[in-house]
């Protein structure tokens, strides 16, 4: 298990690791009808765009066309294969995000009592590295890159970034140049 948790700004290798998971993990406490709408989405990114809808991986669209970047068998994992992963794939970000209700108020993720995400070898299970609490310092947003898969130089690495979107998963992603 990793020593410490991770603050937004900081990462970890992924050196050696072939498939990554990474599970986000909510508390809502007894606001049950918040738990209910969060959701996660990864978007793999070419030139920080993403190529396509059938890119943006979320609870309806549970894979990229070629599934190196999927929605896990549990509930908030999100699973990339580095290995297999294409090589103009720069990144893949992962958000936690409020689904919009209709007749409901607006809910954000600063009513979350915690956010955080663990990062594993899917191979062995093995916790590389976590997120401290990400609530805490996201405000009121209703979508949230929690972390991101990033390939450099060096290899792939993930970064626990903390970035907000007020417009939810539509702004981040038409930031990434796409809409559900």
Do not use: C
Not at 151 to 171: H, I, M
């Amino acid at each position: 298990m990793a020593d410490e948790s991770r603050a937004p700004g900081t990462g970890a290798s992924l050196d050696g690791v072939r498939i990554v998971s990474l599970d986000v993990r909510w508390n809502t406490g007894a606001q049950t009808a918040l738990g209910d709408r969060i959701g996660i989405a990864a978007m793999p990114l070419v030139r920080d765009r993403v190529e396509s809808r059938e890119h943006v991986v979320h609870s309806n669209q549970p894979a990229t066309p070629d599934e190196t970047t999927r929605l896990g068998i549990s509930d908030g994992v999100v699973e990339v294969d580095l290995a297999a992963a294409p090589a103009d794939v720069e990144r893949i970000v992962v958000l936690a995000f409020v689904q919009p209700r209709a007749n409901a108020p607006k809910r954000t993720l600063d009513e979350v009592s915690s956010l955080d995400v663990s990062v594993r070898d899917d191979a062995t299970g093995r916790e590389i590295t976590r997120s401290g609490n990400l609530a805490s310092a996201a405000g009121p947003v209703s979508a949230l890159v929690v972390a991101e898969v990033v390939r450099g130089d060096a290899g792939w690495r993930v970064e626990f970034t903390g970035r907000g979107y007020d417009a939810g998963l539509d702004a981040a992603m038409q930031q990434a140049g796409s809409r559900l």
